[in-house]
Structure formats: structure tokens, C-alpha cells
């Protein structure tokens, strides 16, 4: 099974349905077929060959799910570019991968750097092409392109993962079509054969492990450029849209616009979201203003191409709800010491996995690869642990646990805690040194448009309701915190700024 | 991925939950799981090794599948025997596969023939063991038997299949495992996570396929050793069964039991059904008098592990009622002619499938196996047509086509007519030999209890139902038509007895 019998499938049962909004110009999926086809000609005939590395550095588009098809036809490895990087990221990821030609649209700019192996800039944006740059386009040359096995790389994928700083995961053919079946059965992605909304990131296997089975359905694609929570109620109204997977702060900022009530989101039926772990208040909040849509949670990382657990909406109600839900039919989950034994139902330790999901490796990182492997399991580098009915709460990060003495706290308990006064929009906890107790807490938070709350308010109420030694101790107001090009809140940029 | 997965998930998530009812003993995941790696170790004592064919000739028990589960840890190749077999068939299997053992329970007895392969005759009945016989038992030897890969063989399946006599399938791990995700998705199987009544027989891959993903949500097996409609209502109510899968024949023999409505069935959640076409006065019937049931329709075949279409629930009303449903997701079906050429939407053609659910081949049959496989698609044999929504009409087995004067008559499409007449319970159509058209059609029908109707009332009421050339030209009445171990209508035996 390789990733284009999504494609064909829409084709063959839904060639005139819509396939893709352009702006205002929609494509039936005939079309969008015939177009992916002549795009793989075109960049064939620019001499880029199976297995050439090219980088893609673009915000979501129409464009962008062209130029992924079209590389899937050609057997090129796409090599996704987050975002929100610097381009001294970007430049190591060409650097690192070789790629041989970089897209960008209007968002993005060429880095500086010297990268020999770079020998083609495509500008796919929508002004006058730069000069320099080759505009992107179609060609009518007829190349026969091989059928993709399901060993063929599909894509590198870069994270700075578990370990080791930036590196790219390589992602098969097989191992996105696993993800593709275990998504669409855990997740119900594809399932509505409406329209599905790119909300989250396209270069982010939350949003790009999900596609396939939205091309399977021969359902729509919508795109929202990056996010905005004004130009996500217009595009759900606008286009009926059925599903999309959010990360919680997209979700926070969609319900607290104050435009919210002015649209009709009754379309939404199914909302994927995951990413970062969602606070109690926000999910039940969610629950009640868009009760027509089904919750799925699903937890993952891109070395799982992403999904390893998921709760579904039966779920979202009880102590469940604040668990990342069970592991996923298709993949093997265990909760491990540092020897990789399990440990006892109820005890924390490490998440590792397995299953045809799993990445082929990091990209010219074979010492890497092997270790996070080891024995055939991926090692995921989280902390977490099972209750009796197979529930997994994911703790934290393993670097990211903070221990005020001897005692270990989780940061999304203590997340969780305060992001339920009412008072506050999000919030982060980050470990502080301490002269007596080795560590202490540090809240970083935003508070809610009009909202007030002192910093002595807030130690207070969280010490009216957790225990003392998982309570912050400080507390630092920002406007807003700075999140990744997922919508993450960056951690690290905290601890920076404010971690000492 | 290999099967196994299943069974590991089951213990670790629900090792305390009921695995398997045999008679009155419940055994919960973990015994179950203690007691399929003993009974491994039991075949590999008697000196079965990785590889070795086993056949089994039981009706479904408790015991079917603790052998089955055995034979996958142990790498054994299991060769499950059709239970309405003539021991000349089962001869010919266990020659045919070499099997070197042969499992049986008290319905059955060991072929006459010489068979010099086979030297275990294992009773694993409830009786005491005949001489000659080893007694089915369990082991503490500890062996270590390593884990299958996907590409291991899982079993033989024998078949007629569409051309060339009886044969063995060989289904891999990856196929039964590929088949398991497609079950899960498109006909629901699994996802009730409570109890699944084995009533199609265990050696059929309708319900052999279905297994799996039981097993993973830890549900419980519940088994009804031959069809019988008043024990099937019996074990429904007393298990609490909340899933099976049934043939049309066995659905229709429960509705029309005198008892029905004295048993309390508003556990069932889910019935897939398949195997052969269902008329529609009967599955409108099971939906209105199971109203807590979903339905879904499965079309497959055994080369295919088995599925390759399916019908949900909610396409149940309106025109696609009669039709196989569409393609399942990770399947790739195409309607072709006879150079493989894909016909018009609306025309007919053969059914060819591809995807991981394709078996490896025949058992020893290369030029057959080539010649079904070639170009790396199935070829079916059966006739069928999409809709403009790619709903699949299937038309029946090639052979299967009755042609009075130049006209194609494809079967289903008359049975389904007379079946709708309220005197008749079951009917099936056959050609005889015509001096004028070549060909003529014989309806073959019982009637329900008490019912009463003359040959010439029939056919009377189909020329003021249908057009005349598919109307039948006579009929034959039987107090039941003659079935196959699935439960399928023998038209083969109706053709030799009423053929002429």
C-alpha cells in the first residue's frame, strides 16, 4: 500500500466532488488528480529525481497539498519546513537533508546561508515571481513515474525529538499509511466526507498524518494560512467545514473570541486535537459551546507518523478526561523503567512503542536512531503511566519535571490547576533554582482580555486546592506566551527568559 | 505487525476480563493467554514444528480457539477443515497440505484414506480420548518460540474459488492483520468491547477474520458450535452478546423462529453479515424487528482475508440497500473487462482487488496462483457494477449467469424478487436446458411453515413484478434448500439434482 491510493480512491468514486479550495477557485478532484500529475512532470523536467530531497517552506495552501501529491508521484522526499523558524533553522535543515531545490511562497524568503547543494528556489506564492527563483508550475511532458513501494521515503520530518538536537525523520510510505488506518479508526479522521479545515500547521504530522484519509473520503480540503481565530469561524461557516485537529491554544483562542456567537459552526462534527495537553475547564468549555461536534484526542509524535493513543468522546466525561486515552488499534504502547521492564499498572516511567507507525530512522543519525530503537521500540522520551483500564496520562517530558526537594511534579498538573482560574487564558509552570529546596515553581501566565489577578491571588488559590510542594512560588504576566509553529508553548523560551 | 499484537493487548489492557466461555467455565485474558502459550508448548513437545501444517476439523468451540492462538505462537500453519466436508474432501486437504497432524473434536472422525504425512491424530472433544488419539493438552516445557513476523504464514484456507477445484489460500500475518484494520473500520467489528458470538463457522474466514480485532478490545468470544436459530437466541440472551456476524440464511431462520420474541436480543449492537446477497424483504424485516442493531454488509472473498466491500448502517434505506456497498478503505477494487481494461460506471465487469489483504497464492498452485494474481490484482470472478457513487452492485459468479435466449440474467436480482413473495422462505434460481432459448430459469424455493403456493402462482406473480425473460419458467419445491458449511445456498447440488 502506498500513499497515492488515497489519491486514486478520490478520483475513481469522487472525481467531481470538490477536491480543494484555491482562494475562491475550487477544484473537483479530477482536476486536482490531472494537476498533481503535471506538477510532478514539471518538476521532473526541472531534473529533479526520485529520491531528491526538496524542502517546502510555505504556509498552508491549496499549493501546498499539490506540491506533497505531486512529490509523492515523483518519488521525491519532501522535506516540510516549520514555520515559525528562524532561517538559520531553515538553512540547517537544507543543509542537513541536501536538498536540491527549496519552495517557498510570499511568507518566507530564501536563507542567507551558502547552500551548494541547493541549486533551485520554486516560488509558488501568488505576486510576480522574484527574480531568481523558478515560478512554480505544470508541464504536459509525459513522464512514466514508477508506482511508489511501501518502503519508499516519503518525507523528512524535522523535531528536534527526544534527544540530540534538529534532525529529520524519515517517514515511509508504509509507515504514514499505518498512521492513515489508525487515525481514521481512533480518530474518525475522514469519516464525515465533508470538508476538512487546515487549521494546524501542514508541515506537522498532526496535520499532514491526517490528510490521507480526508483524500481517501474524497472530502474537501479547506486552508487556513496560519492561524487566526477569526479567519477559522469565517472558513468553517464559509465552507461547511466538517472536521479539523486543533492544539488546545487554537481551541482557547476560538472560544474566546468575541466574535464566536456571530457564526454557525454547526457544520463541525468532528475536532481532532492534541499536540500539548488540554486543560480540564477549556475541553469541558469546548464541549458545551460546540455541542455538536465529537471530541478525539490523540497523543503522538512525528517519529509515530504521529498517533499513538487516542481518547474518544465517550471518554471526555469522568476522570478519563484528563488522560491521553488508550493506545491506538495498530500500535503497541508500554510504560517502561530505565531498563525497559515494565513497571506496575498505576506507576510512571517511560513511553515507548511499536508498531508499523514507527519511523524508519533519523536522517544520517544512525547512532541516534539506534539508541531511541532500541530492542524495536521507540523510546519517546515521555513520562508516563497506565491506569487499570489501559488509560495513559502522559506526565511530562522527562526533562521537563520540576522537583521542588525530593518530590517530582509533573508540569501539566500544575498547568492544568491553574489554567482552571477563571481569571487566566494559559498558562506554563518552569523549574527556578532555589536555594533550599534545589527547584522551585514559576508560573508563567496570560490572563483572559479584561481579566485581573495578582500574583499573592494566585499562589494562594492554587494552594487552596494542591498540595503545597506542587504550588508555584512565583508567578511572571505575559500578554501572550510564545508558542511553536505547532501552537505549542515553547518551553524552552520560558526557561530563558524567566528559569533563572 | 503479526496477530499476536491482538492477544498481547487483550492481556495487557483486560487480563481480568472474560476472554472465552467454554460451557459454563469463563476464562478471563491472562488464563486465556497462560493457556494458549501451554498448549504451544504442548504441539511443539509432540515434535510440531515452525512451519508444520496442522489441519483442524471442529465445530467452533472455546477449544478452536485456543488452538488457533497456539498455532500462531508455535509458527504452526494451521489448515482449518470445512465442517460440512464429505471425508474425501478433508482427505484431499490434508494430503494436499501435507499436514502432519490433525486436530478433531467429537463431530468428527479421521479420513479413511491413507495419508502417510499425517502421523498426530489430537482429540480435543469432551469425551474420553479414542485409542489411537492424543488427548489435546497444555505444557510447562519452556520453549521459546520467536516472534512471527508478517510475512509468516498464518494458515491454509481451502476454497474452490473461482477456477480450478479445491485449493489452499495462504494468508499471511500482514494479510489477516491488514483485513483486521479494514473489519474494524468499515463493518464496526470490535468496537462494542463486549461480547462477540462465533455463529458463522470458525473455519470460515468471514468469521476467522473478524477475529482479531475481538481479541485486541478485549471482548469476550462467545460460540455457538453448529447453527441452530433457538440456541443463537439462547446464548444472545444469556451472554449479553453484543457483536456477530451471520449469513443471510442464518438471519432469516432466526427471525422466522417461533421463539423469537421471548428472548431478550437488545444486546446486540452490531451484525455484519455477509457472504452471500441478502434479500431485501429480510435484512428490512431484521432492521425493523432488531431496532438496537447496526448492520453492515461485508463482500469478500477468501483470497482477500476476506473483505473487500462493505455496506454500513446508514446506507441500509434507499437504492443502495442491494448493493455490496463501496470499497473499504485500504482495498482497491476496479470493474474490468476481459483485458483488464476498467469498464464505464453502470457496466458490468469483473471485480479485481489489491491492497495487503491479497493473499500470497495457492498451496502449491503457481500457474493458477499466477494467473488470478496477474498484474498484481485479484481477479474475483464475479461480476459487478459500480454506481455513480461507487457503490458496488455485485452481479454473481460469472458461471453463475443464467442466459434465456440472448439476455444475461444475473441471479441475485430474481432471487431477491421471489424471496419478497410472503409464502416463500428461501429461493434460489438456477438454468436448465431450453430447445427454444437455450436456456431457461428454475426456481428452487421452501416455503415458510404452513404456507401454501402452486408453481403457476409464482411465476404468475414475478411476470407482474418483473420483465418476462427473468421471470422462471418453473419451480421446484424443497422443505429447505441445501447449504454449505457457511451457510450458502449449494447451487452446484440444486444444479445437479434439478438441472436437467
Known amino acids: 500500500m502506498n500513499l497515492l491510493y488515497c489519491l486514486r480512491r478520490a478520483e475513481q468514486f469522487h472525481g467531481s466532488s470538490v477536491a480543494s479550495y484555491s482562494g475562491d477557485t475550487a477544484f473537483t478532484w479530477a482536476e486536482f488528480s490531472r494537476r498533481v500529475h503535471r506538477a510532478a512532470a514539471f518538476f521532473r523536467d526541472l531534473g529533479i529525481r526520485k529520491n531528491d530531497r526538496v524542502a517546502v517552506w510555505m504556509l498552508n495552501s491549496h499549493e501546498y497539498l499539490e506540491i506533497y501529491y505531486a512529490s509523492l508521484i515523483a518519488g521525491i522526499i519532501v522535506v516540510p519546513l516549520n514555520t515559525r523558524w528562524h532561517e538559520n ?231 478519563t478526561v484528563t488522560s491521553a486515552g488508550r493506545p491506538v488499534l495498530g500500535v503497541e504502547v508500554r510504560i517502561v523503567d530505565g531498563e525497559d521492564r515494565d513497571v506496575p499498572t498505576g506507576h510512571s516511567g517511560e513511553v515507548i512503542a511499536r508498531g508499523a507507525n514507527v519511523m524508519q530512522g533519523y536522517w544520517k543519525r544512525p547512532e541516534i536512531t539506534a539508541h531511541v530503537l532500541r530492542g524495536g521500540w521507540m523510546h519517546t522520551g515521555d513520562i508516563g503511566r497506565f491506569d487499570e483500564n489501559g488509560f495513559v496520562t502522559i506526565l511530562d517530558r522527562a526533562k521537563d519535571m520540576i522537583k521542588p526537594g525530593s518530590e517530582n511534579v509533573y508540569s501539566p498538573e500544575v498547568e492544568s490547576m491553574i489554567a482552571a482560574h477563571p481569571a487566566v487564558l494559559e498558562a506554563a509552570v518552569i523549574g527556578v533554582p532555589d536555594p533550599k529546596w534545589g527547584e522551585a ?56 527568559l524567566y528559569g533563572r
Not at 97 to 102: K, P, V
Not at 185 to 196: C, K, N
Not at 445 to 473: N, Q, Y
Open 89 to 319: 533553522d531553515a538553512a540547517f535543515a537544507l543543509a542537513d537533508s541536501e536538498s536540491c531545490a527549496l519552495i517557498l511562497d510570499d511568507a518566507f524568503s530564501p536563507p542567507s546561508a551558502s547552500l551548494p547543494a541547493l541549486r533551485r528556489i520554486i516560488y509558488a506564492g501568488r505576486r510576480a515571481c522574484p527574480a531568481g527563483m523558478i515560478p512554480y508550475g505544470y508541464s504536459d511532458t509525459g513522464h512514466c513515474f514508477d508506482e511508489p513501494s511501501p518502503e519508499d521515503t516519503v518525507g523528512l520530518f524535522y523535531t528536534s525529538g527526544t534527544t540530540g538536537g534538529p534532525k529529520g525523520v524519515i517517514l515511509s510510505h508504509a509507515n504514514l499509511w499505518a498512521n492513515t488506518m489508525n487515525m481514521a479508526l481512533a480518530l474518525s479522521v475522514g469519516q464525515t466526507r465533508g470538508a476538512w479545515l487546515h487549521a494546524a500547521p501542514m508541515f506537522h504530522l498532526a496535520d499532514l498524518g491526517a490528510l490521507h484519509s480526508i483524500t481517501a473520503s474524497g472530502a474537501t480540503h479547506a486552508y487556513l494560512p496560519s492561524f487566526q481565530s477569526e479567519a477559522f469561524l469565517q472558513i468553517v461557516e464559509r465552507f461547511r467545514v466538517t472536521e479539523t485537529l486543533l492544539v488546545p491554544t487554537m481551541l482557547s483562542l476560538v472560544l474566546n473570541h468575541p466574535s464566536f456567537a456571530r457564526y454557525d459552526l454547526s457544520s463541525l462534527q468532528t475536532i481532532a486535537y492534541g499536540a500539548s495537553p488540554m486543560p480540564l475547564p477549556l475541553i469541558e468549555e469546548a464541549m458545551s459551546r460546540l455541542p455538536h461536534a465529537r471530541f478525539h484526542q490523540g497523543y503522538g509524535m512525528t517519529e509515530t507518523s504521529p498517533l499513538l493513543t487516542a481518547l474518544d468522546h465517550e471518554n471526555h466525561s469522568g476522570p
Open 441 to 496: 515553581i514559576r508560573a508563567v501566565v496570560s490572563l483572559r482580555p479584561s481579566a485581573a489577578l495578582s500574583e499573592a491571588d494566585l499562589i494562594l488559590w492554587c494552594r487552596g486546592r494542591m498540595t503545597h510542594f506542587k504550588c508555584p512560588t512565583s508567578v511572571v504576566f505575559l500578554d501572550a506566551l510564545p508558542k511553536s509553529g505547532t501552537g505549542k508553548i515553547q518551553k524552552n523560551v520560558l526557561r530563558e
